[in-house]
């Protein structure tokens, strides 16, 4: 609605069309605009805007996602763009104009209509989650300030403060104080998803309403003031809750489940509020003063999967749904129809009916009955009384979801079940007391669709999803034996139906018959749409009819184009598979199927026929392994295309076959005319698929459920589609408008009635007694579990009880036994041996052999078993510890807290092992090629520069050695006149050369020195800024172009260097290990030696109790030795699975046996220690008295073994002591043998004197102080070994700690190396499609460059050969002068013979001129033609030698002449060549400058291409983490302080590295130096260019003096300026002397004339750059002013955010008033450049010197 409540908006959803948003008046309905071509599919929301009474906001559904902005009064789309790429739910307007709000699944996006110089904009902030889960976003409110609320999937508030999440509201602790209540929390606002938020603004409350069913109230001073503890890293934040209802409360017995509150709407005084429900599929009225909640409508929440009319009572129907709810309604009524709900208890929620089928009358004769189908595989029967739906009975034949439920029909009496799991089970019904009586199931080895009985034959018939029809007979319960198990077989018929192709020809026909019945049958649904909006129907079928012809057409194009690509597109087509069949009866009484389906079945309604097909018995050839034949089909009727048909339903009198489509269409067609059909629409196209559709007995109503969850009744007039139908079967014209309204006219009408009218009998009077009860535990056995369970239980309690009265019966045997042996033990006489107790020795040894075989059986039958046990274990060391490098093995230190652990390392994959390789070859091999290539070009180098060098010098040296032979010959002797002319020619020739020699090595005005430009290159390559990636100045290097091949090789260098990482530190974790061990073993003998001292002296060291003890639940040292046993190990393993302890006396018992056993050694030991210990006794006195060190060493060994065994016997019960194998060494041998010595001592005096002396006493305190000292050394020596391992550990932990940290971030740089891979896989395809044109770019400008190389050299060639002609012509000059004389009085005449041209005859020597063309011969035929007038008159005027002339001079001048015609002919013909070379030349030119521009657009679009792809990858997020005192940026506060603070966010700050930052700050001062050492290069540059100019000026002024001394000789000799050469060669005249003096004069005229227009050209040049500056400072301003302006707009903004002003007529003004007068500052510069360039163009035509890029390319001695 808008906000005025005027005009309704209603938007489209459309599967076939383009939707629409259609605008109607409220008041009158009538439609007022039509909004098109908004999205592609359909809309999710639209609201008009509360700011501008004009503008909408449309949001589109999949795929496109688009979010539209209209001016809907004038139908115009303002503003579009794409809201998110997933589900969208919403668009809201916000508080402030041109702000919008919308949601969806896993986002919320900010947007805001933003005024640019573009014009209007839509612009959307995605909103940043952070450190918050992420969320489906369903409900949202926007507060007076700005901030928003939203709800979460998860029953967390979040607070959004402009794209961020500011803080997560919780619920706190009511009994919390004020000021504990943020951080003393109780849990979240709701439990479940958040969907509804709304703000009361009167009472500054927030509410809340979400899955739990309960509505909050928050404060929202709390919500505006909540802040998060980032620092704690603490997001959340609790406020208290000031109220709380539940809908519906609890005990209102309205409903079973709490409410999931999905929308609210309120009325205008907020006084009654209507809850939208959609757990319980109601909507509520509550009233906040009151807290009443009501129900105010009641439906199905979720899918209507089942629907069923009463033929009995008109108007009964019964409706279940997937929200286990069974319904049954009055739709006679329009208002209150539904009676009674049954939905299921708590135990079973989320039980849904899946399926639902109506009792036939011999079931119920009443016809008031139903059974339904549920999800958990149950099945319920109801019926209906007069004040409640009573159900009657409840199995289970399935373990999973019922798909479809069906009673047989006949009078047999059946019913059966499909399951999920393709099982079909049979139930035998007789009455309602006798309902649903188990026979047993099929299993089907193929997913079944549906099934369907055929009423006459108890027959069913199955739809396969293979495309096969399987056909079951009749179960008969006589021969069924279902006593153990409930599994049978059936005999089967089953086929696959071959159907032919669809012929596309008459579609258009059928689907154009069928329209008229859909206008009529569509009237009654019509109803009550107004007259402004066209019928559905109608528009659907005009749709269809058109759709038809246009693929029609299409099709037609497709078959064209044949070939492999049709047979490709077979391929991918859907695999075909029946949905539905039925049985009809057809003309002639025979039974037949009408199946539909996908694939080839698919838009069509086929027929087949099975009663020639065999019957098939399972226990011959089972339906698995049956090969099922092909059997033709025919079409019956066309359906429409796209639509899966979901539902097929025979009329009651089998007249009509009513088709359901997935798109929520039902298709009406008459069997007697299937041409013919009537179309209905009930549902929508997403999600509203047919899935029941129900008819009453007199067929004038039809009930339809649908997937959407819409249950439509609609009214249908059979008799008079009939007759419509059969007269446009018989070929008559109908007046479809006219047939139409009698339809409607003569359209059964049902009466309005109550159930009380029907009169159906209470519960009490039916009788209806429930059969079981009902079943609730989701644990139920099915049927069959339930027998084979029950089974499988007596024979397991017959099997114990045998066991039990063997047990005892042996244990009677076992007493008598032991009674006997007793008995013969008390015997004083004749008491008997056990042999002799014997009865049967031989028995005896049959039950060992007997006790062995089956010990051997057992192990045979175990066999399987440990093997299996063995595999598995197998399998399990192969999937955790095969491709493992390193387990975890942690590392304890002793007694102190301290441990590290290695790093589990999983083996490198072998693709990423293979990828290395290769990887590190190109590495290799890029390495080599970079050297071989500094290798090349550093000789390149030098042998360049050695050529030029000697290039230079030989031309130096050619000068040097002309003048030097000048000078010699002009020394030697005074040459001839001739000679002397000769000599200067060559001389010029030679200079001229030299001349041109130098203009060619000079450069041009474009020419950038080799040099210069590598000083440039390596300038910005090493000037020292950053240009940040997310500049839009910023341009990839191509050395950092980066592709998907790239990225993979970053990743695999990333995972080796972890993965090397992780296995060093590793190798050192199991070092320190290793170390351990010998700390261990080292740190036990000094235990062992420390223990003897303290047994002497009496002492104990309590630091060292457990001190190598691991702590409890301390993982093993070696974990990699888990499966290495004893056989100890095994038998307690196996006393632990029994249950068993070991016994005390058994375990003492060993410890004795031990004990003796040691006991034997030690006395043995000590016995000879004895007697050595005598033997050595005065030895010993002496040692002890000199305490010789050296002896100490060599009593070591012995006293070591002496020493050994005694404490070995204590050792274990020492705590930490070592074993008893543990040798001794070191200082605690040493130890060992001094307490050995003084022991001995003390013994020996203790035996002599029996009371100790002064000696004695002497020798017994120094020993105590000896011993006391060497504890104090063993003491220290512990300690320092156990605080070296400890700080070792310590110190590697803490390395650990920062590996971790590393590692942790190289997985993060993995993963966003994993997500830029991604995206640059969207654009491999465009970059490889623009490297393959860049690099065919390249080959063809290097192809084009070899042409013009070849080209060009051809020229060379020819301006050679052109050369040489010219010197053959001069020398044929100079032989016609000698052969005339210089001084001959006939010079003129025969010169003139000599240049007459003459028509040459054509004589063809033998051997030559044979392989000339035809058409040359007719060019040659052309030029004589054209020549003719001037070969007569030469032919006239040759009349022979002049009088006086001698004839052979004539003769020889004749033939020179006939050389110099022959010459002529030859440099035609090589003109000629040029001319084509020149062409051909121009035309590769041309071609270059094409591949330039192409390689120009292609580099250009690359770089714009690298520059999209890197702002696409620098919108992948980069995960880093920075320290407090990493952030260095401070600013001042908003608050006015005049202290820099640290900034709140770091959005618009740079990540700098510490290095980068310094190396910046170096860079500013190199630059400094940099640019002081340019300026002194540069002035000395300026100093050498003005030496070096002084020089060119002494140099032009010297041959300036040359020249004019020059031109003083040739004015002095001959009056003017000649060529010396043309002199020599021939006197110029008179006339050609005047010629040449005019040719100067207008040279010099011309020349003054250029100057000054060049002068006036630099006037207009700097006049032109003076107005562009101007211009240019004045658009800078016009920018700057607009700057200015946006800034006081968005202040003017800031301070009245409440004032709306529309009023933008000043800006339009303005803009339109700076538009014109930029139009007339560009129209007069383009007049001033016209006419620039007109002048050009005329200076150009009269030949002035301007260079263009033609004059410039052309070559020397080319002509125009």
Known sequence: MSPDMTHLAVAEKSITTQPNVYIYSFKTMRLYRILRKGTQKGYASVQFSTHNKSHIACLGCAPDYLLTVWDWRNERLLLKCKAYGQDVFGIRWGQFPGMLTSNGVGHIRFWKMALTFTGLKLQGDLGKFGASELSDITGFVELPDGKVVSGTEYGKLLLWEGVFVKVELMRADPTASAADAPTTLMGTPHTGAIDVIMIEKETGLVISGGDDGFLRWWPLEEIDVAEADYDA???????????????????????????????????????????????????????????????????HSMQVTGAALSSRYPGLLFSSGIDGTVRVSNVSQQWDSELFSEARPAENAGVGVTCMDMAPQFVDPELRSVCCGYTDGTMRAYTVCDNSLVQFQAHKPHNCMIKQLAYSGDEAGLLATLAEDNAVFFFRVRSLHEHAIPLGFVQLPVTVHSFSWDTQTGRMILSLQDGSLVELMKPVAESIDNSESYEMELNYKSVVPDAPEIESDDEGEEEEEGNPEGEDGAAPAEEGATEDKPPEDQEQAEGEAEGGKKKKKKKTKDEKKGGEDGEEEQKDEIVSSITRAIYITDSDLLRKILFVGTGKYASGLWEISLDEVGEIRPSQTPLAKYTKPSLPCSLKAKLPKGSTATQLLLSPSERFLFVGFADGRVRIVPLAYPGSFTEVCVAGSFGGAVNAISVDEDESLMAVAAGDGTLTTVTINTEGMLQVAGSKSAGEEVDMAEAAQRLQESMPSMPELGARSWEIPTAEASDIQPINMDITDPQQYSIQDAKLKAEEDNAKAAAELKKTRVRERIAELRQELTDLIAKNQAMTEGQLSLAEMSVDQEFIQHLKDDMENQIKQVEFELAWTVEFHERRLQKLKNYYLQNVDFERIEVLGFRSPHRVATFRTPCMSEDLQANLARLHELIFAAEADGDDEDRGDAEDVEGSGDKSIHRASSKFQGLEVTGDASGEMGLEKTLSGAEQRELRRQQRQQRKGQMQELEKAKPSDSYEAAEDVEAIAHAEATLGNYMLKTSDAYQVPENQRMNAEKKRRQMFLLEESMHAIKTEFNHRVLALRDFRQQVKTEVQRDLLALQEINEQLGTKTDFVQGLLDNPPGAPPDFPEKRFDYEDSDIKAFGRLLKGETEPEDAADEEEAADEEDDDEDGGEDEDAEGEEGEDDEGQGELEEEEEDAAEEEAEEESGAKKTAAAPSRKSAKIPGAPPPSVPLSGRAAIAARRVARLTLRSQILQGKGGSLDALGNAVSVESQARLRH????????????????????????????????????????????????????????????????????????????????????????????????????????????????????????????????????????????????????????????????????????????????????????????????????????????????????????????????????????????????????????????????????????EGGDEHERLPNEL??????????????????????????????????????????????????????????????????????????????????????????????????????????????????????????????????????????????????????????????????????????????????????????????????????????????????????
């Open 1547 to 1760: 959005g618009e700050h740079v990540v700098f590295t510490h290095e980068g930052l310094n190396r910046l700050m170096s860079r500013i001062t190199e630059l400094h130096q940099e640019i002081k050492e340019v300026k002194a290069k540069h002035k000395q540059l300026q100093k050498d260019f003005r030496v070096r100019k002084k020089d060119k000026t002494a140099a032009l002024s010297n041959l300036e003096d040359l020249q004019a001394k020059f031109q003083d000789i040739q004015m002095l000799k001959f009056g003017q300026i000649v060529d010396l050469d043309l002199l020599e060669r021939n006197a110029p005249s008179k006339y050609v002397q005047e010629l040449q003096e005019k040719v100067g004069q207008a040279e010099v005229e011309h020349r003054r004339r250029l100057a000054e227009w060049e002068k006036r050209i630099e006037k207009q040049k700097k006049e032109l750059a003076k107005i562009t500056v101007e211009n240019t400072s004045l658009m800078e301003q016009i920018v700057s002013m607009g700057y200015s302006q946006m800034q006081l707009d968005a202040a003017l903004n800031a301070r009245i955010a409440n004032v709306t002003v529309n009023d933008n007529e000043p800006l339009v003004e303005l803009r339109e008033m700076e538009r014109e007068r930029c139009k007339d500052l560009l129209a007069l510069q383009a007049k001033e450049i016209a006419t620039l360039q007109a002048e050009i163009n005329l200076f150009r035509k009269k030949g002035g010197h301007i260079y263009t890029t033609v004059t410039a390319n052309r070559g020397p001695g080319g002509r125009d």
């Open 1270 to 1533: 060497d504890k104090g050394q063993l003491e220290e020596h512990i300690r320092q070994v156990i605080d070296t391992f400890n700080t070792a550990v310590a110190s590697i932990e803490k390395e650990k700690a920062k590996l971790e940290s590393d590692l942790k971030n190289a997985d993060m740089k993995l993963l966003v190396l994993y997500e830029e891979l991604l995206t640059l896989n969207e654009l491999e395809e465009k970059d490889e499609a623009l490297l393959k044109k860049a690099t065919k770019c390249r080959q063809d400008k290097t192809n084009i460059m070899h042409e013009i190389k070849a080209c060009q050299d051809q020229l060379s060639e020819k301006k050679a050969e052109i050369e040489a002609w010219h010197t053959e012509e001069q020398n044929l000059q100079a032989e016609f002068t000698e052969v005339v004389g210089e001084n001959s009085p006939f010079l003129s005449a025969l010169l003139k013979i000599y240049k007459k041209k003459v028509k040459r005859s054509k004589r063809k020597k033998m051997g030559e001129d044979e392989d000339f063309d035809e058409e040359e011969d007719d060019d040659d035929e052309d030029d004589d033609e054209d020549d003719e007038d001037e070969d007569e008159d030469e032919d006239e005027d040759e009349t022979g030698p002049p009088a006086g002339c001698d004839h052979q001079t004539y003769e020889n001048v004749i033939d020179l002449r006939e050389k110099r015609v022959e010459m002529e002919d030859a440099l035609q013909e090589i003109q000629k060549a040029v001319e084509n070379l020149r062409q051909t030349h121009k035309k590769l030119l041309d071609d270059e400058r094409r591949i330039d521009k192409e390689q120009k657009m292609t580099d250009a679009e690359i770089q714009q291409f690298q520059t999209d792809k890197q702002r696409k990858l620098n919108q992948v997020p980069i995960v880093f983490a920075l320290r407090l005192s990493q952030i260095q940026c401070l600013g001042l506060t």
């Open 233 to 299: 890293g603490i997001s959340e934040y609790g406020i208290m809750m000031r109220k709380e209802v539940r809908i519906p409360p609890v005990g209102s017995g309205f409903a079973q489940y709490p409410a999931h509150i999905q929308h609210i709407a309120q009325s205008d005084d907020k006084a009654t509020w209507l809850i939208q429900d959609g757990r319980n599929g109601i909507v509520w009225c509550y009233t906040p003063e009151t807290g009443d909640c009501t129900p105010v409508i009641s439906s």
